[in-house]
């Protein structure tokens, strides 16, 4: 819900999504593909003031995967790094099985993304039925992997809400609100306004925007309360009109001066976890 006060001087929490599965060096040749080249991007993220990883994996050529020893490859040497929140997708790539796109929950991470409903994705389906979300937040919740809910369309809130009262989505409720897929909603100020109205007061939010309209999104979620907001090179490849990020932490920078000068401070990883409500996980040995 849009708080009554401007947020102003509430921690920020900055997510980075490194490499995602639709993007590709030919959009931006620094585009991370091994598990290697994530984590060392996911590191200096964190250096400069990421607190969240939306994590995908690829194939060494790039192609993306799927496979369970990426996800773990790659959980392992962030967690090595830093403590930097690691969030696996469970979207994947379109054309993916559920039961592909669930190979992340295997690794450990401290929450996983879960989709709630189907969209048109650019050119493709990108499918999730309701039995699909109730499966990965059955493993999700007996493994304490913390949810994060992709929304992509208005609709997808009030499916959430609805999952929720029938104990399939455990509190809290934490939305992503991503804007400017094509195929679901688009990326405009009413949109936002409504999306982010629609997640009751107790839920945190997030925003995250595809493409040229990635900054003036997150700016409008950051003044409008969000308590997250997302880059990097899965949404989007240019750090300004016509000029490629040089890195994923370029991104993150690039964010965090906006996002502090409009009275918002970036959320340390204590903080995040506190927002967010994600505690560190002790793993066995
Ligand atoms: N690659 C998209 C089809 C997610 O990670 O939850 C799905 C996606 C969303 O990226
Ligand atoms: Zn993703």
Redesign the pocket.
């Given at each position: 819900m849009i708080p009554r006060d401007t947020a102003e001087g509430n921690p920020l929490i900055i997510a980075v999504?490194p490499t995602?599965?639709?993007t590709t060096r030919r959009d931006n040749p620094a585009l991370p593909h091994t598990p290697k080249e994530i984590a060392r991007e996911v590191v200096s993220a964190s250096e400069v003031g990421a607190t969240v990883a939306?994590l995908?994996v690829r194939e060494p050529d790039g192609t993306?995967s799927s496979r369970e020893e990426l996800f773990a490859e790659c959980v392992a040497l962030i967690r090595q790094e830093c403590d930097i929140i690691t969030q696996v997708?469970?979207?994947?790539?379109?054309g993916m099985t559920i039961e592909e796109r669930s190979s992340g929950l295997l690794a450990s991470p401290d929450m996983s993304?879960i989709?709630v409903g189907s969209i048109n994705?650019f050119n493709?389906l990108?499918q999730t039925l309701p039995n699909e979300t109730e499966a990965i937040a059955r493993v999700a919740t007996e493994s304490g992997i913390a949810l994060e809910i992709?929304t992509f369309d208005l609709g997808q809130i009030d499916t959430a809400i609805r999952l929720h009262s029938q104990g399939i989505l455990p509190e809290p409720l934490r939305f992503n609100l991503?804007f400017g897929v094509p195929g679901a909603v688009a990326a405009n100020a009413h949109n936002l306004f409504a999306m982010a109205d629609a997640a009751p007061s107790s839920a945190t939010w997030g925003v995250t925007a595809i493409g040229r309209h990635q900054t003036r999104m997150l700016t409008l979620g950051l003044l409008l309360g969000a308590h997250c907001i997302r880059v990097g090179l899965?949404d989007a490849v240019y750090i300004s009109r016509g000029r490629l990020a040089s890195s994923n932490a370029e991104l993150v920078t690039n964010i965090r001066k906006l996002a502090e000068s409009l009275g918002r401070p970036t959320a340390t990883i204590t903080e995040a976890r506190e927002i967010l409500s994600v505690p560190r996980r002790t793993l066995p040995t």
């Open positions: 999504a995602g599965a639709e939306h995908h993306p997708s469970t979207g994947g790539a379109t993304g989709e994705f493709d990108f992709e991503v899965e």
